[in-house]
């Protein structure tokens, strides 16, 4: 017996994970075409996410793989590896994409690959949890991935968030609009972070996530802004001193499975993703919103150090409504009153 088959598969396990934290992308993909030697007859289904789990995304794909591994009775081996290219989603994207792996997701950065998703991240557009899901679970979710078929090759498996985003600082909490001026707050790429700040009366300053930590120690940034899971899972308060709790933006983020992947599977495989894929959508759901309260923020964030303030959200929304809005109405045109008009 050759020595690879006398590897048992924990072990195996083991060294893919080490593998791949070691190898990045390059491990993934050898990962995803390497055979399977317990299950030569499974169907490989390898999905990159950013992070580890306990970030929900990450707890909530990996419980899905190993649901549909159990609940296909060996026809589909999907493999979750959380982790492995931190600061890479547009990597993880182009890798489903070219079909290198089959299922992935932009993470923060949906906005960015998908600028149809901008919408949604508009200052205080999106009203609550249950206004975001009843439209993404509906007949806006069912356009959205007639779309993303069409035009990226790709389907949606489902839509999820990271929550609504809270600003963290280090000198001083940001309570009202006023308390914006002048301050230096690190943001996504994306335009509408960018324009979400500056229209609220600060100074947004782009920045890839790897800079932060530094930026934020050195004082080139004030702070930024981040939902409460991920300033817990990311260690926000290791250069942070204050969480203000304005929901400014909504988080949406979808995972998505390479077209020509989910086509070669059988009806009843496409079904127990999909079936998978809205379980795990509801325990992501559960895990972030279960901090995205005043309470629950205390409790989680100031034994680490920080002090959670509950900030005026009316005023922030009123400027949102009359700084930030009209532009955007004008270039989401129709999907703008789909979403504005929805009724949770």
């Given at each position: ?92 994207m182009n ?34 949890y249950d ?139 496409k079904k ?73």
């Amino acid at each position: 017996m050759s020595t690879m088959m006398k590897v048992s598969g924990r072990n195996l396990v083991g060294m893919r994970r080490r593998d791949l934290v070691k190898g990045g992308l390059a491990g993934i993909l050898a990962t995803g075409l390497a055979p399977t030697i317990a299950r030569a007859e499974a169907k490989k289904l390898v999905m990159a996410h950013i992070v580890p789990p306990p970030e929900s995304g990450a707890v909530g794909f990996e419980w899905q793989a190993e649901e549909v591994r159990k609940r296909s009775g060996g026809e589909l081996d999907m493999q979750f590896f959380g982790g492995t290219l931190l600061g890479k989603e547009l990597e993880i994207m182009n890798a489903v994409k070219a079909g290198n792996i089959a299922i992935g997701d932009p993470a923060g950065a949906a906005a960015t690959v998908f600028p149809e998703m901008g919408v949604f991240l508009v200052p205080y557009l999106v009203q609550s949890y249950d206004h975001a899901y009843k439209m993404f679970n509906g007949a806006i979710g069912e356009q959205l991935d007639k779309q993303f078929q069409e035009k990226y090759k790709l389907k949606v498996l489902c839509f999820f968030d990271y929550g609504f985003r809270h600003f963290w600082t280090a000198k001083k909490p940001i309570k009202e609009p006023k308390d914006l001026r002048g301050a230096k707050i690190r943001v996504q790429q994306a335009k509408v972070f960018g324009d979400t700040i500056n229209g609220l009366g600060g100074n947004a300053v782009p920045m890839a996530w790897g800079e932060v930590v530094s930026a934020a120690k050195s004082g080139v940034i004030d702070g930024g802004d981040l939902p409460i899971v991920n300033q817990i899972a990311l260690k926000i308060y290791e250069v942070s001193k204050y969480c203000s709790m304005t929901f400014h933006n909504y988080g949406p983020t979808l995972n998505t499975m390479n077209l020509g992947v989910w086509e070669s599977l059988s009806e009843p495989q496409k079904k127990l993703m999909l079936d998978t894929s809205r379980e795990a959508q509801a325990k992501i759901r559960q895990l972030t919103e279960s901090v995205d309260n005043f309470a629950a923020a205390k409790k989680e964030l100031e034994p680490r150090g920080m002090t959670v303030v509950e900030a005026d959200v009316p005023a922030f929304r009123k400027v949102a409504q009359e700084k930030i809005w009209p532009a955007y109405k004008q270039q989401y045109a129709g999907l703008w009153e789909q979403v504005a008009e929805f009724k949770a």
